[in-house]
């Protein structure tokens, strides 16, 4: 048995600038974080005893012969690209819904490449997991991906990711204390306030026709360097609150109708009763309102968005990892 554990990531900054098509021109970065929030993917040996080869539990149970029987496409191709021939069980459990739109799960990817590396008995650094699940996200959507989700996932924590060139990626630690990072996220609220396909907000780096024009991306990309500079100093940390809004003005791709109308209705009242700022931000399949408010307003805004769900915000410093594997997981892929 071979278990991998793999966080969900919130994106601060920089929002579609991880895009191929902007960053090969002009640059790209991104400030974010992995949370506490996670994916599960556990695999073992189907013994000859069953009338199946291979067996995937995800939100539907699938048993086929070989991997390109599979619908899941991310399954599929995972088990192709590493040459998987051993029939296995695979099982997924995850604590926030993933996208219907399975194809855009880095974090779903990473985590199974990882859990099927283990079975082969291969040794892989986060680069690697993240290099592979950009591969085979390009090959589901038919066009480049943006890279911060995959990256998120494999190497986890607080990070600058910075991106130049053709497919060059820097993972940049930030000059920030301990403390001045769980000073943020004490300050950090998240709620969540519908679903994310419905509501018309996409990932920004993964829908071409929906992200902002080349002005808009450009000043999303400065805002990186005010919220860093903002951390690393002794700034208030109620600058960066306030930059979180404007960078959801720079960027929003809200569509018109009842879930935009839900999500400024909300983000209003929660101002009103004392938060700084926000943005909302996609995990999954989950549109989630991420806002800034001192503690000392917290429960004035919890008061006032009731009963909006709040889901707790902390800060991972994991990426994708194996938390648990059996004596004799490892047989090959022969």
Not at 40 to 56: N, Q, T, W
Not at 159 to 180: A, C, T, Y
Not at 274 to 291: D, F, Q, R
Request: include cysteine; hydrophobic fraction near 35%; glycine fraction near 8%.
């Amino acid at each position: 048995m071979i278990i991998s554990q793999t966080p969900y990531n919130i994106v601060f900054f920089g929002d579609g600038t991880d895009h191929p098509e902007f960053y090969s021109e002009y640059g790209g970065s991104t400030l974010l974080t992995s949370i506490d929030r996670y994916c599960f993917h556990s695999i073992h040996e189907v013994p000859p005893l069953f009338h199946y080869k291979f067996r995937a539990n995800y939100e539907r149970t699938e048993h086929v012969e070989s991997p390109l029987e599979f619908r899941h496409p991310l399954i599929r191709d995972c088990l192709e690209y590493l040459r998987i021939r051993n029939g296995l069980n695979i099982s997924d459990i995850s604590d926030i819904p993933h996208a219907s739109d399975m194809g855009m799960s880095a974090h779903f990817t990473v985590g199974l490449l990882h859990a099927l590396h283990a079975y082969r008995g291969d040794v892989v650094n986060p680069e690697e997991l993240a290099r592979e699940s950009v591969i085979i996200g390009d090959k589901q959507t038919e066009r480049p991906t943006g890279y911060s989700e995959p990256y998120a996932a494999a190497y986890g924590g607080f990070m600058r990711l910075d991106f130049s060139g053709k497919q060059i990626v820097e993972v940049n630690r930030l000059n920030v204390s301990p403390e001045r990072l769980r000073q943020l996220e004490s300050r950090l609220l998240m709620f969540h306030v519908g679903d994310a396909l419905s509501s018309g907000l996409t990932h920004l780096n993964r829908t071409s026709d929906t992200r902002p024009d080349t002005d808009e991306l450009k000043d999303m990309l400065r805002m990186v360097d005010k919220a860093q500079n903002i951390l690393e100093s002794d700034t208030l940390l109620e600058d960066w609150g306030q930059l979180l809004t404007e960078s959801w003005r720079r960027g929003k791709t809200i569509s018109d109708g009842f879930s935009a109308y839900t999500l400024h209705d909300i983000y209003e009242r929660a101002v009103e009763s004392g938060a700084v700022g926000g943005k909302p931000v996609v995990a999954g399949k989950c549109l989630l309102l991420v806002l800034y408010a001192e503690p000392e307003h917290q429960r004035y805004i919890r008061s006032a968005l009731a009963p909006v769900m709040e889901i707790p915000l902390r800060f991972s410093p994991a990426g994708s990892r194996i938390i648990l594997q059996t004596e004799n997981s490892s047989s090959g892929s022969n």
